[in-house]
């Protein structure tokens, strides 16, 4: 278990140093598109909250939710990014992103624990709306694939980030922190609703 935790914490500390301001479009092709998949998550805050919510909430659940949720939300996200990726509108994208870091985040906050299936449609039903938005925004110079590779990939890092901070539930210590967490992840929630109004 400590091996995994120190796995957890490299992997955690990877992903915040990868989070710095640089051009995501700079390089074309096969490179360029894996790059700009890959930073698009990390720097739009509002994916960040939701997708780290989605290893906490996992966590918090335990097995199988600590797998199954990190697993369902980028297969169904991968799937909401094809959409975008060919120019089907879907409303309120922005607002179903918002929207997610609040339901998430009040999810850990207020210790839901609802049956497996409901946790995973919820989290299916708004990894829609992120892949749409990083579909739509794939920038035209970039391989499709490459920078679906990229999102999914980063998707997962922070899904770990998530999972890594929620094993300290275990403790009651750790419990609170964890829910404290989620309270804060549905402020920013709100606050990114807030600022879409």
């Not at 850990?108 to 946790?119: G, N, S, T």
């Not at 992840?185 to 109004?197: E, P, S, Y």
């Amino acid at each position: 278990m400590r091996r995994f935790a120190a796995v957890c914490a490299l992997t955690t500390l990877l992903v915040l140093g990868a989070a710095i301001p640089v051009s995501a479009h700079g390089e074309t092709g096969v490179a360029g598109g894996f790059i700009s998949g890959f930073l698009h998550p990390l720097l739009g805050w509002d994916h960040v909250a939701a997708m780290v919510a989605v290893g906490l909430w996992g966590a918090f659940l335990g097995l199988p939710a600590i797998w199954l949720l990190p697993v369902v939300f980028p297969l169904v996200m991968a799937c909401g990014g094809a959409v975008g990726v060919i120019g089907i509108p879907i409303p309120g994208v922005e607002m179903g992103i918002a929207v997610s870091a609040i339901v998430l985040g009040a999810m850990i906050a207020f210790a839901a624990r609802p049956p497996l299936w409901v946790a995973a449609v919820i989290v299916g039903a708004f990894a829609v709306f992120h892949g749409h938005a990083h579909g739509t925004e794939l920038p035209h110079a970039a391989n499709a694939l490459a920078y679906s590779v990229g999102f999914v990939t980063a998707t997962g890092l922070l899904h770990l980030t998530g999972i890594s901070f929620g094993l300290i539930v275990r403790w009651p210590v750790g419990k609170i922190a964890v829910q404290a967490a989620g309270g804060l992840i549905a402020c920013a929630g709100l606050a990114f609703l807030i600022g879409l109004v």
